[in-house]
């Protein structure tokens, strides 16, 4: 009987970021991974399966007939000197063989099949690091995953079946055919083929059909899969609303949808069951009857009866699995034309051909009449000038929405600047490899998010392969060393997801020591002490201040008081630099900077300015 995986296949939840590429455009995507030019061995390796292959193949179609001579040599007349020991030993050889070529063919081919999905899925992946941060924001993360899964997971599918499924029992069916037609006749041969032909047409029409319940069951398992991933990420949320009932019942919801989907599609199973078995019951009656007359008649042996018989139930037993290949083939190429088409989205932002690394000699940094916009019919910088001389430090502070973290990601070149230019030692950003460019910059974020592993990995990450020596001494220079050695495993304690074992101010200061560890010729402080306590942020405030000696260093501050020394203070506003100075100075002038000091001054004395700012809703970044 046709069976039915029941594992949900190709994710339709991701967001449409591009149209599909097509199924042709998917092969062709994948066949250099199979045949790739200058792999000797690769292709070595697929002639010799294709071989082992048509051995196999040739073996299992000889069987039956070693099996029809026996039995005509056995119905004689026969004493224990004339029992066909050669056609009983060729018989079981030739079993032997079919089976030994069949796995040998596996072991050969197992190798580019795991190579192509291995690179396949490489090249996924390193396109999605390479795509732009609009993308990733507005992608859902489940969804993705799903993509590249089901996308692997079918090519192994596809390779599998189509190579040493469907080419395979389609060539024993013709070869049986022509057998037939040689040695019964005609008629058993179109009899067959009729058989056959009923079946295939059957089961691929019924299958089509079914489709509709397949993709309902795709398209419910992808949401139930993204709520369920959606609601784990925010964990603390559900738990600081109390929402887990609610996230309960979404996530039941989306299950109900995809039980239903289930049901249909198993019901649909049981009709394409019933409506195969009785096509090849009455092909196989039919043979075996026209094969008894012919018995009777005298024109046919007892092992022409057997030869018939073994034929077609050689024959039906690939045939019984045509519906679920033929399913399973067509929705492994919608998983793997799902993966590829991610491979088709255009990365905004791009090296320039040719592009030379960045070569960093003191470390300007220069604004050049930069503007940009998340959305044009929303700009967020508005012709925004200023440098930070080499080794010098220049802070930007300003409301909420005004453009501060946004200068961050154009630094980084998460994005490319709409207008103006953004430059480092008079060299453009866009003229130069975004790796050398984020190789100069060190950055610590106002939220830290930490890989699910060791504090060790954490640190490292910085410069992976650094020597635990230089990763302690990263660490003490971040004020963490002690708090790491206080832990049960040491460096070797995992954060958790997310860094979620580890409080605001101690994930802030593994990033510190993950910078410090980078080395950069440029830093970039992005609300860097926001989650820290004023003992703990004074500490590292000066071992900041001491890391930054002699580099190019732009902070986006939160306290105002903690810019107070920086050698040029930028007040933005609605995406424009309104006013720029050094403290006293920008104090004198009476405007937007000194409102705001005497907001955070005035509530710091009310005992008020511990921890976090009360003004955070004045002066979060954007």
Not at 64 to 79: E, H, M, N, T
Not at 140 to 154: C, F, I, P, V, Y
Not at 467 to 493: C, K, N, T, W
Not at 554 to 579: F, K, M, P, Y
């Amino acid at each position: 009987m046709t069976t039915d995986s029941t594992a949900p296949i190709a994710p339709t939840d991701t967001p449409p970021v591009q149209p599909r590429i097509g199924e042709m455009r998917a092969l062709r995507t994948l066949l250099p991974h199979l045949w790739p030019a200058g792999d000797v061995e690769t292709r070595v390796r697929v002639v010799v399966a294709l071989l082992f292959l048509v051995i196999a193949k040739a073996a299992t179609v000889y069987t039956p007939l070693l099996y029809k001579q026996a039995i005509d040599a056995l119905s004689l007349p026969v004493d224990a000197l004339t029992v066909p020991v050669g056609l009983i030993l060729a018989y079981g050889l030739a079993r032997v063989l079919s089976l030994a070529f069949g796995e040998l063919r596996d072991a050969i081919f197992v190798k580019v099949e795991q190579g192509a999905i291995r690179k396949s899925a490489l090249s996924v992946f390193q396109h999605l690091h390479a795509l732009s941060l609009r993308f990733h924001l507005e992608r859902q993360t489940g969804g993705l995953s799903r993509s590249l899964e089901r996308g692997t997971r079918a090519i192994q599918t596809i390779l599998s079946y189509s190579l040493f499924s469907i080419v395979p029992t389609i060539v024993e069916i013709l070869l049986v055919t022509a057998i037939l037609a040689h040695m019964l006749g005609i008629s058993y041969a179109l009899v067959t083929l009729a058989t056959v032909a009923a079946y295939i047409v059957y089961t691929f029409t019924v299958s089509e059909w079914r489709t509709q319940f397949r993709r309902e069951m795709n398209d419910t398992d992808g949401k139930a899969n993204t709520k369920a991933i959606d609601s784990l990420l925010n964990y603390e949320t559900v738990k600081y609303f109390g929402n887990e009932a609610h996230e309960a019942r979404r996530y039941d919801e989306a299950l109900r949808a995809y039980e239903r989907a289930a049901v249909r599609s198993e019901q649909s199973l049981a009709l394409l069951n019933v409506g195969q078995s009785a096509i090849i019951a009455v092909g196989l009656t039919l043979v075996m009857f026209m094969a008894g007359r012919g018995i009777v008649a005298g024109e046919l042996t007892l092992g022409d009866f057997v030869l018939v018989n073994t034929y077609l139930l050689q024959l039906y037993q690939p045939l019984n699995f045509f519906g679920m290949v033929y399913r399973e083939i067509k929705q492994a190429l919608a998983d793997m034309e799902a993966m590829f088409t991610l491979l088709s989205v255009e990365r905004e932002v791009a090296d320039a051909a040719g592009a030379p690394a960045l070569a960093v000699t003191g470390g300007e940094l220069r604004f050049e009449d930069v503007s940009f916009g998340y959305d044009p019919r929303r700009p967020i910088l508005k012709g925004v000038s200023f440098t930070v001389p080499a080794g010098r430090t220049v802070a930007i502070v300003g409301p909420s929405g005004a453009g501060k973290s946004t200068i961050s990601r154009l630094l980084f070149r998460f994005y490319d600047v709409s207008g103006g230019r953004i430059l480092i030692d008079g060299q453009d950003l866009r003229g130069v490899t975004q790796s050398s460019l984020r190789g100069a910059i060190g950055i610590v974020p106002q939220d830290t998010v930490l890989f699910n592993d060791t504090v060790f990995y954490n640190i490292a990450y910085g410069r992976p392969g650094a020597a635990p020596s230089e990763v302690e001494r990263a660490a003490r220079l971040a004020h963490i060393h002690d708090f790491i050695m206080a832990l049960p495993d040491g460096y070797q304690s995992t954060v958790g997801e997310r860094g979620l074992k580890l409080s605001g101010g101690e994930k802030q200061r593994v990033a510190i020591a993950r910078t410090i560890l980078k080395d950069p010729s440029i830093l970039l402080f992005d609300e860097a002490t926001s989650a820290l306590d004023t003992h703990t942020e004074r500490e590292i405030q000066a071992n900041l201040r001491q890391i930054s000696e002699g580099r190019t260093t732009l902070v986006i501050a939160h306290r105002l008081s903690t810019v107070i020394d920086a050698d040029e203070i930028l007040v933005l506003e609605q995406g424009r630099i309104v006013e720029r100075g050094r403290h006293t100075e920008l104090l004198a002038l009476g405007g937007s900077y000194a409102a705001l000091w005497a907001r955070q001054q005035e509530s710091a004395q009310s005992g008020q300015g511990r921890g976090p700012d009360p003004v955070a809703d004045v002066l979060v970044p954007v």
